[in-house]
């Protein structure tokens, strides 16, 4: 706020309390006025209720009296007079800061236990779990929904179907950093409808579904020249590129008909975001611990390998040899 503003709304202020002040006083009653009288101010409702024109009384008058004194001393103490910041200095960044600073104390209390933690040990105890859940219904429930089913165009994250890999680290790295897939539009470079309707019953077929229309052969022709290189020459994707495997029944967009032409004419784009900088590493970690707890995630890759019990070392005794009874013949069980 400017000076000239500032001293405009100082003025308006003190100018509304002082006029105030003067409606008190000549609102009061006066040394001998009697606390009522006949005298009404006129109004008339419902044809015989009238208003007397009687001053204010003490009490009403004083709690007038206090409500100034107190809005005086708020003026005085916080900011209210134009440029003027009160004996305090208080303001509302002030108290933010103040309360996101407490606030962020308190949250490193409750996330230092989990620090430098494995999320697969993380995935196994239930206080982790517990603040994984919360984390993920306050970023994550409004895409891929509150149970994690996913929605179109958002993955399930309970079913062992990943676009980018479903280990630890890769679940880490897709929360942390965020993933970006785009398919591009294929009809021009198919030759058109026909073309689009040639790869449409290839890509069907790839999960058992036939069509009667679109030309197989001419559709397989396409795919290995223009859909191979992402999807594989066996359609079952590419988590490198996030490329969805076609081979299943899983589609993220839809497998409709009509949904999956509309991939294969006009492309898909996805987008999720990088929560890292966000959310700091531990909560990151959390996050991929409940994930991993909904029992999708592929956990096989990732157990380090147990190692080879020690072979103990022979003792003395046992080295010096030991002459026993020759073996018995094997018994013929024959009949």
């Known amino acids: 706020m400017n000076s000239i503003a500032g001293v405009i709304v100082t003025v308006v202020v003190l100018v509304n309390i002082a006029l105030l002040c003067v409606l008190l006083v000549g609102l009061r009653r006066r040394r001998g006025e009697a606390p009522s009288t006949t005298e009404t101010t006129g109004h008339v409702w419902d044809e015989d209720l009238r208003e007397l024109n009687n001053p204010l009384p003490r009490w009403w008058l004083w709690l007038f009296v206090i409500t ?13 007079l134009g440029n003027f ?25 409750t996330y230092r236990p989990f620090e430098k933690r494995d999320v697969r040990q993380l995935a196994t105890d239930p206080n982790a779990l517990r603040i ?12 891929h929904g509150s149970d994690a089913r996913g929605a179109p165009g ?49 890509v069907m077929s790839l999960s058992g579904r036939q069509l009667p229309a679109g030309d197989l052969e ?33 589609w993220l967009n839809g497998g409709s008909l009509e949904a999956v032409r509309e991939s294969i004419a006009n492309g898909r784009h996805a987008e999720m975001p990088a929560h890292l900088a966000r959310l700091g590493k531990t909560r990151v970690d959390l996050l991929a611990a ?33 002459a026993t009874a020759p073996a018995a013949a094997p018994t013929s069980h024959s009949p």
């Open 154 to 202: 958002f993955p399930d994250l309970t079913d062992k179907d990943w676009l980018w890999g479903g280990t630890p680290s890769a679940i880490v790295q897709s929360i942390a950093e965020g993933r970006t897939s785009t398919m591009p539009a294929w009809r021009a470079a198919l030759g058109g409808d026909s073309g689009v309707e040639d790869v449409l019953r290839y």
């Open 218 to 250: 001419n559709g397989r022709a396409k795919f290995a020249t223009i859909c191979a290189a992402c999807h594989g020459s066996d359609g079952r994707g590419n988590q490198q590129l996030g490329a969805p495997n076609l081979t299943d029944h899983i």
């Open 132 to 143: 994984g859940r919360n984390l993920f219904v306050n970023n994550c429930a409004a895409c």
């Open 85 to 109: 910041p009160g004996v305090w200095s208080w303001t509302s960044q002030k108290q933010l800061a103040g309360q996101s600073a407490e606030a962020d104390r308190l949250l490193e209390q």
């Open 68 to 80: 100034i004194v107190y809005g005086l001393g708020y003026l005085v103490v916080y900011p209210g």
């Open 290 to 322: 409940y994930v991993i707890s909904l029992g999708g995630a592929d956990l096989t890759s990732a157990l380090p390998s147990a190692p080879s019990p020690p072979v103990p070392s022979p003792s003395p005794a046992a080295a010096t040899p030991v």
